[in-house]
């Protein structure tokens, strides 16, 4: 085998590894986010909820002025969270979680979504 050839072979072995480890990894929210702000109080609508995408953190006001934070990384594969409406919703397997609790509404997922502490001063959320 040519070394360009093992070379390109090599790289498509390793892509397609991270393509596989993506959907399966648990990371946590970046550790310095802790005690900073990660959302303003007006990015998260009532009755749903956001993804803050950068911190692997899914925000939800489920009645006025509620607010709660959850890991988003599916607990099923890894996956991360990718959209909030009545319910978080992870899109890879159709994992459905409660915007309260987290707590698993519709599978393939069995386990709920890591529950994570914020505070609310004015406008900001902030990771405790």
């Known amino acids: 085998m040519s070394r360009r050839r093992l070379l390109g072979a090599a790289g498509v072995a390793g892509a397609a590894v991270a393509g596989v480890s993506a959907c399966g990894e648990k990371p946590a929210p970046q550790e310095s986010l802790h005690?900073?702000?990660?959302?303003?109080?007006?990015?998260?609508?009532?009755?749903?909820?956001?993804?803050?995408?950068?911190?692997?953190?899914?925000?939800?006001?489920?009645?006025?002025?509620?607010?709660?934070?959850?890991n988003a990384v599916c607990p099923h594969t890894g996956c991360t969270i990718q959209e909030v409406?009545?319910?978080?919703?992870?899109?890879?397997?159709?994992?459905?979680f409660d915007l309260a609790n987290g707590e698993v509404l519709e599978g393939p997922a069995t386990?709920?979504?890591?529950?994570l502490e914020v505070t609310v001063e004015g406008t900001d959320i902030t990771l405790v």
């Open 85 to 96: 409406t009545e319910d978080i919703h992870c899109l890879c397997h159709g994992s459905r």
């Open 111 to 115: 386990e709920p979504l890591q529950a």
């Open 35 to 70: 005690g900073r702000v990660v959302a303003q109080t007006s990015e998260v609508p009532v009755g749903s909820g956001t993804v803050v995408v950068d911190a692997k953190l899914v925000l939800t006001q489920p009645q006025e002025g509620e607010f709660k934070a959850f």
